[in-house]
Every structure is written in C-alpha cells, then in structure tokens.
T-cell receptor, first 114, second 111 residues
Framework: DADVTQTPRNRITKTGKRIMLECSQT?????MYWYRQDPGLGLRLIYY???????NKGEISDGYSVSRQAQAKFSLSLESAIPNQTALYFC?????????????FGPGTRLTVL | GQQVMQIPQYQHVQEGEDFTTYCNSS?????IQWYKQRPGGHPVFLIQ?????EVKKQKRLTFQFGEAKKNSSLHITATQTTDVGTYFC???????????FGKGTLLTVNP
C-alpha cells in the first residue's frame, strides 16, 4: 500500500551492528505494527503501538526495540544484529476499530545479517 | 494464547482446478480476516467475516466462517495464474484486539 512506506527496502549488515528500520504512514491511523516473516513461519508480531505513548511487546520482541516518534512514524531497531534475524520485515497500520480492525501493510524490508 | 492453524502449507494445482485452504483456531474468534501476498509483495487485505456461519463471495473466491466461529475456509474455483501467492487467515479477538495470523498457504498454479 503506497500509504505505508518502509525504508530501507533492502539491507545487508554484519553481525553485531545496530540497524534501524523505519516506517511512515499517511493513512492517519493510530495503530502501527512490526512483523517479521520467515519461510514456513508466517507473520510473527514483534511490537505494536496503539498511539505515541502506548508500545507493547509482541510474541518475538527479544533482540528488538521500537520507537514511536509520531503518529505517522514507527521505527524498529536491532541493537546488535545476529544472523537469525535475517528475515523480511513488514510494518502495518490499522485504524483502531476494535474487533473490526483490518491491517494495511508496507512493502517490506528484506534484511540480511551476515 | 490464541493460536491459528492453517493447512495446507503448500498447494500446487493445474490452472482451472479448484483450491481450498483451511484455518482453525484454538479459541472462539470475534472475526476472521483473509489476506493475500503475491510473490515478492506484501499482504493485502481481502475480506473480513464476522457472523457465525457467514459466507461471502468475491468473484471466484468463496469465504466461509464456521458456526462455532473457530474455523474458516477460502475456496477458489477454477484457479488462474493470477491467483498465485500466499493466502493468510488472521483471527481477531485476541488481547488488545490484535490479529493472530496463520502461517499461510502458498498456492502455485501450473498454466
């Protein structure tokens, strides 16, 4: 969805490096999410944020941190990257409609940790 | 916590054959959503089912939500090469209204 953008789209880094993946949205949504996708494992939630002051851990938050700089921006950091963090990372947003919420995904960032 | 199982993991069909993917939840869902991810792309929302026993259609795609709101299926009639991709179900009703995604079914279509 062009309204959700992620930078960079591809990144190769080395073990131990700190890297940041950025997500921006123009949809005006309050909720933002970070997922990672690995072959055969589907989409796993890393962190989610319901507003600027509300950040929550997902099912696989170890080794990651996030920052919600503004309603429109949600960044994911890997403090010290390791090879098993090689994956496709997606940012998503939603309006916040309770049980009727649906999610809009960005184009993804392919991260390789050597 | 809520778990959503999806089968099969992979399905290869000849163009024109039908395809079905199934989704089962360990808990009762408030709603079920389906997403499609084309190769090299990102998940895109297809549809949401909310009511027990609900059936919705989108052209050749038929979506069903079980009576107990714990299972769902997506059926594609007469597949086309444009149907290739990974289909994810996602169950609503978890804590904080989060979605729980199934692992997806990768559909390939032989022309």
């Amino acid at each position: 969805d062009a309204d959700v953008t992620q930078t960079p789209r591809n990144r190769i880094t080395k073990t131990g490096k700190r890297i940041m993946l950025e997500c921006s949205q123009t949809k005006g949504h309050d909720r933002m999410y970070w997922y990672r996708q690995d072959p055969g494992l589907g989409l796993r939630l890393i962190y989610y944020s319901f507003d600027v002051k509300d950040i929550n851990k997902g099912e696989i938050s170890d080794g990651y941190s996030v920052s919600r700089q503004a309603q429109a921006k949600f960044s994911l950091s890997l403090e010290s990257a390791i090879p098993n963090q090689t994956a496709l990372y997606f940012c998503a947003t939603s309006k916040g409609l309770g049980d009727l919420d649906t999610q809009y995904f960005g184009p993804g960032t392919r991260l390789t940790v050597l | 916590g809520q778990q959503v199982m999806q089968i099969p993991q992979y399905q290869h069909v000849q163009e024109g054959e039908d395809f079905t993917t199934y989704c089962n939840s360990s808990t009762t869902l408030s709603n079920i959503q389906w997403y499609k991810q084309r190769p090299g792309g990102h998940p895109v929302f297809l549809i949401q089912l909310v009511k027990s026993g609900e059936v919705k259609k989108q052209k050749r795609l038929t979506f069903q939500f079980g009576e107990a709101k714990k299972n769902s299926s997506l059926h594609i009639t007469a597949t086309q090469t444009t149907d290739v991709g990974t289909y994810f179900c996602a169950g609503g009703g978890g804590s904080n209204y989060k979605l729980t995604f199934g692992k997806g079914t990768l559909l390939t279509v032989n022309p």
